[in-house]
T-cell receptor, first 111, second 112 residues
Framework: QQKVQQSPESLIVPEGAMTSLNCTFS??????FAWYRQHSGKAPKALMS????GEKEEGRFTIHLNKASLHFSLHIRDSQPSDSALYLC???????????FGTGTKLQVVP | EAAVTQSPRSKVAVTGGKVTLSCHQT?????MYWYRQDTGHGLRLIHY???????EKGDIPDGYKASRPSQENFSLILELASLSQTAVYFC???????????FGKGTRLTVV
């Protein structure tokens, strides 16, 4: 069974800093990789996804994928207090079935 | 606007009782999912469905049943609720390529 692990478990960064979150997976046949953000007491919301090796940038957010290393990451440039949330990574072996989620990284951005 | 609606939003159930959690989507998505969230466990998949009248087991199906009577509706049934099933339950829907994934607001279930 696919194992999806995130690090660190929690993180405190100052406003304006670069934040880096990590996710490792165990199934080399994985095809779909995504990050979700969940504010306290709210539903998870999709942030970004990627299918192939490399990087993808959307605004302040960048996702890096290295399938050979079984690793992908999320980088948040110019972190804001509104970015404070639980970040969940998700992996799918075949897009169109289901995703497995990591246990999450709790991010706090302090002014 | 895309929507996944869960009901009830919170529920207190008695150990051994039957609990039904309901989910309705207006996204025209084929796939629907039930996850539970516990502190320190992220989201764990209970059941999912890709077509009406058919359900599939996820990673933690024991103690849960699911029902998909139509494309729009997906229910999670706890026949004999137990204390260990206290958690927040999320329903989600998606298209086949996972390009759109929407979650409901969650149901907080407390079993006493």
């Amino acid at each position: 069974q696919q194992k999806v692990q995130q690090s660190p478990e929690s993180l405190i960064v100052p406003e304006g800093a670069m934040t880096s979150l990590n996710c490792t997976f165990s199934d080399s046949a994985s095809q779909y990789f995504a990050w979700y953000r969940q504010h306290s007491g709210k539903a998870p919301k999709a942030l970004m996804s990627i299918f192939s090796n490399g990087e993808k940038e959307e605004g302040r957010f960048t996702i890096h994928l290295n399938k050979a290393s079984l690793h992908f990451s999320l980088h948040i440039r110019d972190s804001q207090p509104s970015d404070s949330a639980l970040y969940l990574c998700a992996v799918s072996a075949n897009s169109g079935t289901y995703q497995r989620f990591g246990t999450g990284t709790k991010l706090q951005v302090v002014p | 606007e895309a929507a996944v609606t869960q009901s009830p939003r919170s529920k207190v159930a008695v150990t051994g009782g039957k609990v039904t959690l309901s989910c309705h989507q207006t996204n025209n998505h084929d796939y629907m999912y039930w996850y539970r969230q516990d502190t320190g466990h992220g989201l764990r998949l209970i059941h999912y469905s890709y077509v009406a009248d058919s359900t599939e087991k996820g990673d933690i199906p024991d103690g849960y049943k699911a029902s998909r009577p139509s494309q729009e509706n997906f229910s999670l049934i706890l026949e004999l609720a137990s204390l260990s099933q206290t958690a927040v339950y999320f329903c989600a829907s998606s298209d086949p390529g996972l390009t759109e994934v929407f979650f409901g607001k969650g149901t907080r279930l407390t079993v006493v």
